[in-house]
């Protein structure tokens, strides 16, 4: 399983931490992404951290703003969210692959995913 947390509201230039507790799997084995999906969006791969060196990679939506990371002994992965902006308001989901993360922004690579926090930044 996959649980997220600490979603809300917040005001544009505002920031909020997620976090994403996992269970049941090798956590430290899995590389783990965040996504997120407005109405009428499809969901969009945003960051992506690995799960051997702890590489980093990010869309360019939030490159600069977003920094993923990964607590291996609590089995958390994190996404700090900075400069919030309207347009990030979604719902946010973390997911897990054994894949690798070559195809780290394509939902169908993952296996695992939460059931997503709502986000909403209010202008």
């Known amino acids: 399983d996959l649980v997220e947390s600490g979603g809300g509201l917040v005001q544009a230039g505002g920031s909020l931490r997620l976090s994403c507790v996992a269970s049941?799997?090798?956590?430290?084995?899995?590389?783990m992404g965040w996504f997120r999906q407005a109405p009428g969006k499809e969901r969009e791969g945003i960051s992506s951290?690995?799960?051997?060196?702890?590489?980093?990679v990010y869309a360019d939506s939030v490159k600069g703003r977003f920094t993923i990371s990964r607590d291996n002994a609590k089995n958390v992965v994190y996404l700090q969210m900075n400069s919030l902006k309207p347009e990030d308001t979604a719902v946010y989901y973390c997911?897990?692959?054994?894949?690798?993360?070559?195809?780290?922004?394509?939902?169908?690579?993952?296996?695992?995913w939460g059931q997503g926090t709502q986000v909403t930044v209010s202008s």
């Open positions: 049941g799997l090798p956590f430290k084995d899995y590389v």
């Open positions: 997911a897990a692959t054994g894949n690798g993360n070559r195809l780290w922004k394509a939902p169908s690579s993952y296996a695992f």
């Open positions: 951290i690995n799960s051997d060196d702890d590489a980093t």
